[in-house]
C-alpha cells in the first residue's frame, strides 16, 4: 500500500454498518490496522444514531440490514451531507439496489465476501475525495470557509491574508471548533520547537483579530482559546 495513502488513513474514523456479526468484526479488526477509529453498527438506525453522534470522516455499509436498509440510512446522510464518502457493500447483484445506491452519490460499491485489496482500494478513492471536499465552514459563522489544501482562510469568498502562524493557530481553532484549544495544544501544534511566550501569543491573537471582519475569537484565562 502507498506510504501517502497509509498516512492519511491513520488520522481517519470509518462508520462501519453491517448486520452480520461475524463479518463485521473481521473487516473492523482488519480496518483497524490502518485507520484512527472504527465505530461499528449492526443496523441502519444504528448507524445513523451515531453518524449523528460521531461525525465520521467515511462511511461503510452493508445494504441488507434490519430497521433500515443501507440505502434508508444513506439516504437520510445524504439529506444534510451530500460530500461524506459512501462505500456500499452488499451480496446482491439486484439492479434495482445498485441504481439507486448510484443516485446517492457512492464512491464505489463492493459485492461480498469482501476482500481487504478491494475494500482498501475503495478507501484510496474516499481519501481521494475527501482531499477535493477538504474546505470546512465556521459553525458560529458559515461566512468563514478554511481550506486545509489551500491553507487558505475566505470571508464570503474574499481571502484574508494571513501569516503562516496566524494560519496556523486559525486552523487548529477550527479542527476543534466544538471544544477549547488549550495552551498546551497551541505550543505543540503552532509554535510546535520554539518556545510560545505569553506577549508571543497575545500578540498574533491581537493581529489576527484585526485581520477577522467580525470578533470570533475569545480567550478563556488560564485555558485556552475557542471561537465565541
Given at each position: 500500500m502507498?506510504?501517502?495513502?497509509?498516512?492519511?488513513?491513520?488520522?481517519?474514523?470509518?462508520?462501519?454498518?453491517?448486520?452480520?456479526?461475524?463479518?463485521?468484526?473481521?473487516?473492523?479488526?482488519?480496518?483497524?490496522?490502518?485507520?484512527?477509529?472504527?465505530?461499528?453498527?449492526?443496523?441502519?438506525?444504528?448507524?445513523?444514531?451515531?453518524?449523528?453522534?460521531?461525525?465520521?470522516?467515511?462511511?461503510?455499509?452493508?445494504?441488507h440490514?434490519?430497521?433500515?436498509?443501507?440505502?434508508?440510512?444513506v439516504?437520510?446522510?445524504?439529506?444534510?451531507?451530500?460530500?461524506?464518502?459512501?462505500?456500499?457493500?452488499?451480496?446482491?447483484?439486484?439492479?434495482?439496489?445498485?441504481?439507486?445506491?448510484?443516485?446517492?452519490?457512492?464512491?464505489?460499491?463492493?459485492?461480498?465476501?469482501?476482500?481487504?485489496?478491494?475494500?482498501?482500494e475503495?478507501?484510496?478513492?474516499?481519501?481521494?475525495?475527501?482531499?477535493?471536499?477538504?474546505?470546512?465552514?465556521?459553525?458560529?459563522?458559515e461566512?468563514?470557509?478554511?481550506?486545509?489544501?489551500?491553507k487558505?482562510?475566505?470571508?464570503?469568498?474574499?481571502?484574508?491574508?494571513?501569516?503562516?502562524?496566524?494560519?496556523?493557530?486559525?486552523?487548529?481553532?477550527?479542527?476543534?471548533?466544538?471544544?477549547?484549544?488549550?495552551?498546551?495544544?497551541?505550543?505543540?501544534?503552532?509554535?510546535?520547537?520554539?518556545?510560545?511566550?505569553?506577549?508571543?501569543?497575545?500578540?498574533?491573537?491581537?493581529?489576527?483579530?484585526?485581520?477577522?471582519?467580525?470578533?470570533?475569537?475569545?480567550?478563556?484565562?488560564?485555558?485556552?482559546?475557542?471561537?465565541?
Amino acid at each position: 500500500m502507498k506510504k501517502e495513502l497509509i498516512e492519511k488513513l491513520k488520522d481517519l474514523t470509518i462508520l462501519y454498518a453491517e448486520d452480520e456479526d461475524g463479518i463485521r468484526k473481521n473487516i473492523s479488526n482488519s480496518l483497524g490496522y490502518y485507520v484512527k477509529e472504527v465505530i461499528e453498527a449492526s443496523n441502519g438506525e444504528e448507524a445513523y444514531n451515531l453518524y449523528c453522534e460521531t461525525n465520521p470522516d467515511i462511511i461503510l455499509s452493508d445494504i441488507h440490514m434490519p430497521i433500515l436498509n443501507g440505502i434508508e440510512f444513506v439516504k437520510k446522510v445524504r439529506e444534510t451531507n451530500r460530500d461524506i464518502p459512501i462505500v456500499m457493500i452488499t451480496a446482491y447483484t439486484d439492479k434495482k439496489y445498485l441504481l439507486e445506491a448510484v443516485e446517492l452519490h457512492m464512491e464505489k460499491y463492493i459485492i461480498k465476501p469482501i476482500e481487504l485489496d478491494s475494500l482498501l482500494e475503495s478507501l484510496e478513492k474516499c481519501v481521494f475525495c475527501l482531499g477535493l471536499n477538504k474546505k470546512v465552514y465556521l459553525e458560529i459563522d458559515e461566512k468563514y470557509s478554511f481550506d486545509y489544501d489551500k491553507k487558505e482562510l475566505r470571508y464570503e469568498e474574499e481571502v484574508i491574508n494571513l501569516n503562516k502562524k496566524e494560519l496556523m493557530f486559525f486552523e487548529v481553532l477550527i479542527s476543534n471548533q466544538n471544544r477549547i484549544t488549550t495552551y498546551e495544544e497551541l505550543q505543540t501544534k503552532v509554535w510546535q520547537d520554539d518556545i510560545m511566550t505569553d506577549s508571543a501569543l497575545r500578540s498574533l491573537v491581537r493581529n489576527l483579530r484585526k485581520k477577522l471582519p467580525t470578533d470570533i475569537i475569545l480567550n478563556l484565562s488560564g485555558i485556552g482559546y475557542r471561537f465565541v
